[in-house]
C-alpha cells in the first residue's frame, strides 16, 4: 500500500468557487505528479514537481495551478470551477535511486462542478 | 491517445484463462511500465521494463517489449475474478523529462 494520500475524495461543488485538492506523501519521495482522468480514458499529465519550489505544467493545459512548499505536500488549486473542471484528479510520487521512475498513486478525488 | 494505442480495448475472459494486452508508443524510450486501475480508484504498478530488456517476469505476469517496432505486451496467466481491472502502459522517454505518458488502457473482465 502506497503512503499517498488525497483529500478529499469526492466533491461536488457549484461553478464559480475555488477549490484546493489536497495530496500528500510520506515516502520522501522528491517528485510529484497531478494526473487528469474522464471516466474509462487514460491519464493525462497536467503538473509536476521535482522538489521544493519547483513546479512545471504538463501534457494538458490546465487552468489550476499547483505550489510545493514542502516536500510532502503538492496541492492543486482551480480559482473558479466549472462545469469542464468535472474530472476525476490523480496524485503520484516517484523516489530517487533504481526505483525512480516507478510511481505511487494516491486513491484520487472525483470532483463535480455543477 | 497521448501515447499509442493500446489492444484491445476491452478484453473478457473465463477464470483461468491467459489475457494478453498489447501497448504500442510512439516515441525512444528509458522504460516501459504496466499499472492496473480497479474501478474509480489509483492506479497499482505492476512491472517496469527498460529499453534494453527484452521480457521480463513478476508472479503470474509476463512482459516483452520490442523497441524495433514500439511496442510490448502484457500476459496475465491464469486468470482471476480479482484481476477484473484496467491496465495501461505508460514510458518514460529516454531524454528530458521523467513524467509517464499512459496509453489509453485495456478494461480486462475476468468471469468467475
Known amino acids: 500500500e502506497a503512503d499517498i494520500y488525497q483529500t478529499p475524495r469526492y466533491l461536488v461543488i457549484g461553478t464559480g468557487k475555488k477549490i484546493t485538492l489536497e495530496c500528500s506523501q510520506t515516502?520522501?519521495?522528491?517528485?510529484m505528479y497531478w494526473y487528469q482522468q474522464d471516466p474509462g480514458m487514460e491519464l493525462h499529465l497536467i503538473h509536476y514537481s521535482y522538489g521544493v519550489n519547483s513546479t512545471e505544467k504538463g501534457d494538458l493545459s490546465s487552468e489550476s495551478t499547483v505550489s510545493r512548499i514542502r516536500t510532502e505536500h503538492f496541492p492543486l488549486t482551480l480559482e473558479s470551477a466549472r462545469p469542464s473542471h468535472t474530472s476525476q484528479y490523480l496524485c503520484?510520487?516517484?523516489?530517487?535511486?533504481?526505483?525512480?521512475?516507478?510511481?505511487?498513486f494516491g486513491p484520487g478525488t472525483r470532483l463535480t462542478v455543477l | 491517445s497521448q501515447q499509442g494505442e493500446e489492444d484491445p480495448q476491452a478484453l473478457s475472459i473465463q477464470e483461468g484463462e491467459n489475457a494478453t494486452m498489447n501497448c504500442s508508443y510512439k516515441?525512444?524510450?528509458?522504460?516501459l511500465q504496466w499499472y492496473r486501475q480497479n474501478s474509480g480508484r489509483g492506479l497499482v504498478h505492476l512491472i517496469l521494463i527498460r529499453s534494453n530488456e527484452r521480457e521480463k517476469h513478476s508472479g503470474r505476469l509476463r512482459v516483452t517489449l520490442d523497441t524495433s517496432k514500439k511496442s510490448s505486451s502484457l500476459l496475465i496467466t491464469a486468470s482471476r475474478a480479482a484481476d477484473t481491472a484496467s491496465y495501461f502502459c505508460?514510458?518514460?522517454?529516454?531524454?528530458?523529462?521523467?513524467?509517464?505518458?499512459f496509453g489509453s488502457g485495456t478494461r480486462l473482465q475476468v468471469q468467475p
Open positions: 503520484a510520487s516517484s523516489g530517487l535511486g533504481g526505483r525512480s521512475d516507478t510511481q505511487y
Open positions: 515516502m520522501g519521495h522528491d517528485k
Open positions: 505508460a514510458t518514460v522517454q529516454d531524454t528530458g523529462r521523467r513524467a509517464l505518458t
Open positions: 516515441t525512444s524510450i528509458n522504460n
